[in-house]
């Protein structure tokens, strides 16, 4: 059986929400300084990725990609790729905040507006009280029109970095 369904040149694992928080908590856990880069991708991404050659190549690359969008699911089961369900952005990171509260993980807050950001991360205090955010940034573009770059961001001990971004992507994180 394969373990992917193409959709538009883009391979999607064939896996559920609870399998890839299953995924992420393994990489979380291994502790390794490499960055693992994740992408929820939409059909906005997906059609994005047909006329811009430099995104689709930020899509291969990365560790994992999920299915953030029903227009996924639904052509890749017309197609026979049959992806078992959504994941999305919004789900995932909530899941992980579960987990990271019950094992005691650290976090990074990388996105939206500053006011969005500060108020994002009283939240996850209050509702993950074993979660510890480590340190936030607000999305702010340089004058180029790319985002800061966050390698300095690894250095403060979270075991994941958390960066909101809207679609179609609003730039890229150097790593």
């Known amino acids: 059986m394969e373990h992917y369904a193409k959709v538009m040149g ?5 896996i559920t929400l609870d399998r890839t928080v299953e995924i ?16 929820t991708v939409n059909p906005e991404i997906t059609m994005a ?19 953030d969008g029903i227009g ?9 790729g049959n992806l078992p369900e959504r994941v999305t952005g919004y ?14 993980w650290s976090f ?15 939240v996850i205090s209050r509702k993950y009280p074993n979660v510890r955010v480590l340190g936030r940034q607000a999305r702010l573009l340089s004058a180029g029109g790319r985002e800061p ?3 300095g961001d690894r250095n403060a001990g979270a075991r ?9 992507l609003r730039g890229t994180v150097d790593s």
């Open 72 to 80: 996924i699911v639904m052509v890749s089961r017309l197609r026979g």
């Open 108 to 122: 990074y807050m990388l996105g939206a507006d500053a006011a969005v950001n500060e108020q994002a991360c009283e």
């Open 24 to 39: 992420l908590g393994e990489v979380i856990e291994r502790k390794r300084p490499e960055l693992f880069h994740v992408i």
């Open 160 to 168: 994941r970095l958390n960066r909101g971004a809207g679609s179609p």
């Open 91 to 104: 789900d995932t990171p909530l899941r992980l905040l579960e987990t990271g509260n019950r094992k005691g």
């Open 149 to 151: 770059d966050c390698r």
């Open 49 to 67: 990725c047909q006329k811009d050659p430099a995104l689709h190549s930020i899509v291969k690359e990365a560790g994992l990609i999920t299915a």
């Open 10 to 14: 883009i391979r999607f694992p064939k």
